[in-house]
C-alpha cells in the first residue's frame, strides 16, 4: 500500500519560513511529477508547485520567488519551502505524486491527508 505522509506544517507570523515535507512509501517502483497543492476554507484545492523527476518546476504565480519545491529522488520525497509567508498563505497544503508501483503497472495518482499551515497577521 502506498502512502504519502506529510510534515512540517503549523503556525507562523507573516513574514516567516516553513519547511513541508512528503514521503512517498510502501511499494514503489517509481515516482515521476510530485508536487504541492493547497486549499483555503471556502475554496478549490489550487496549484502550488510541481517538480518532475528530472528536477523541472513549475510555480503558481502566488508563490513564485517565495516558495522553492525540490525534492530526493533516492528517499522518493518532495520538499516545500516557503519563505516570506503572508496570511493569504493559509490553506491546508496537500501532497500529490504520480507513481508506479511495479514496472509492469501504470502510473497512479496519490493525496496525501494534507497538513495545516496558518500565517498570522
Known amino acids: 500500500q502506498v502512502q504519502l505522509v506529510e510534515s512540517g506544517g503549523g503556525l507562523v507570523q507573516a513574514g516567516g519560513s516553513l519547511r513541508l515535507s512528503c514521503a512517498a512509501s510502501?511499494?514503489?517502483?517509481?515516482?515521476?511529477?510530485m508536487g504541492w497543492y493547497r486549499q483555503a476554507p471556502g475554496k478549490e484545492r489550487d496549484l502550488v508547485a510541481t517538480i518532475s523527476s528530472a528536477g523541472n518546476t513549475n510555480y503558481a504565480d502566488s508563490v513564485k520567488g517565495r516558495f522553492t519545491i525540490f525534492r530526493d529522488n533516492s528517499r522518493n520525497t518532495v520538499y516545500l519551502q516557503m519563505n516570506t509567508l503572508k496570511p493569504e498563505d493559509t490553506a491546508v497544503y496537500y501532497c500529490n505524486a504520480d507513481l508506479r508501483s511495479s514496472i509492469r503497472s501504470a502510473p497512479v495518482n496519490y493525496w496525501g491527508q494534507g497538513t495545516q499551515v496558518t500565517v498570522s497577521s
Open positions: 510502501g511499494r514503489i517502483y517509481s515516482v515521476s511529477v
